[in-house]
């Protein structure tokens, strides 16, 4: 599993993260999107490495407080429903 994701994060753009986010009706500012491309690429290895570890809060300064409790809430959708697999 982890080399899916592994390949799906090396081959994704700024414009998949920002797609993503629109779906998600989060209108990300251009330095927003450029921190969490960034933190993405950077983190996601151990984010799945140890996902009850991740605490999204240290976070909240890096968005506009829309956005972040947008972004929160899809986090925790997405934790619920995948967690298991990791």
Do not use: C, G
Not at 30 to 55: A, G, H, V, W
């Amino acid at each position: 599993m982890f080399n899916i994701i592994e390949r799906f994060i090396n081959n994704m753009t700024k414009d998949d993260v920002n797609n993503f986010a629109i779906s998600k009706n989060i209108h990300l500012s251009e330095s927003e999107l450029d921190y969490t491309y960034d933190f993405i690429k950077k983190n996601y290895k151990s984010m799945l490495q140890n996902p009850k570890l991740f605490n999204i809060e240290r976070y909240r300064n890096n968005y506009t407080e829309e956005n972040f409790t947008k972004i929160s809430k899809v986090y925790q959708e997405y934790f619920q429903k995948y967690a298991s697999y990791l």
